[in-house]
């Protein structure tokens, strides 16, 4: 409801800051969403089990993506301490809990990261999943997995934010090994569709960020480092996987 006051006072300009945009102005703070969220822990946990939901209702990843070839052959099985899966910023754990049930006999430990108001709330964690308090804005601690995953993660965040998000878990990343799997929109270039223009839309007044097209995702990985960049679609429409090592 403040977008358009907040429009008409900066010119129609992109919000230069994830703490200047409608909510902001909206709800008379001066916390970012996702702080704000932390001071409301009411909010915060609606806002996980909705999070939790809508994930539970969109195609499952590992129902269409080549998991087998892409991530489990070729994993490290010498090690008992070698990770199989990150999932960094992952909520409440339905995708690792979702990993863990379609690939019981997967070698490697899997481990749940999110912040800690967020890991101290989860009533029922999934079992045989290590859980651990993390900010992705600061360095990753698990060195050298075979894969960090994140589902709707960076459209929260401009690029200069995912920068820095992106560079910790490159820092981290075993060269030829490690694969960075992100869960996200693949708009296209132009005349995207309208269910994805408007999330775009919400995440620009909501955090300052947006949906990013192929285009945007390579000039974003490629600017930390990554490569061999390669865009997975699901059948029929959906968000899509985009790959990537260092």
């Given at each position: ?22 909510f902001q102005l909206g709800f008379g703070t001066d ?216």
């Amino acid at each position: 409801m403040k977008a358009p006051e907040f429009f008409r006072q900066n010119n129609n300009k992109f919000p230069d800051s994830v703490k200047n945009t409608p909510f902001q102005l909206g709800f008379g703070t001066d916390l970012t969403y996702f702080a704000w969220l932390g001071q409301n822990p009411d909010l915060a946990r609606d806002f996980q089990q909705w999070m939790t939901l809508k994930q539970s209702a969109s195609p499952n990843w590992i129902d269409w993506f080549d998991v087998q070839g892409c991530i489990i052959d070729g994993t490290d099985t010498q090690s008992s301490s070698s990770v199989l899966l990150v999932d960094v910023g992952g909520g409440e754990g339905s995708h690792v809990k979702q990993f863990q049930e379609k690939f019981p006999g997967a070698s490697g430990r899997l481990i749940l990261q999110d912040l800690p108001h967020v890991i101290s709330g989860i009533d029922n964690p999934p079992i045989n999943v290590e859980l651990e308090s993390h900010d992705f804005f600061t360095p990753q601690s698990i060195q050298g997995a075979r894969v960090y995953f994140m589902h709707w993660i960076l459209h929260d965040w401009s690029d200069e934010h995912c920068r820095s998000i992106l560079t910790h878990i490159v820092d981290a990343m075993e060269p030829g090994y490690s694969r960075l799997i992100i869960h996200e929109q693949i708009l296209r270039d132009s005349g995207c569709d309208i269910p994805s223009a408007c999330m775009s839309v919400m995440m620009m007044v909501q955090v300052a960020a947006l949906e990013r097209s192929e285009k945007q995702w390579r000039n974003l990985l490629g600017s930390v480092g990554l490569q061999n960049v390669k865009f997975h679609q699901p059948p029929g429409t959906g968000e899509g996987i985009i790959e990537a090592t260092k």
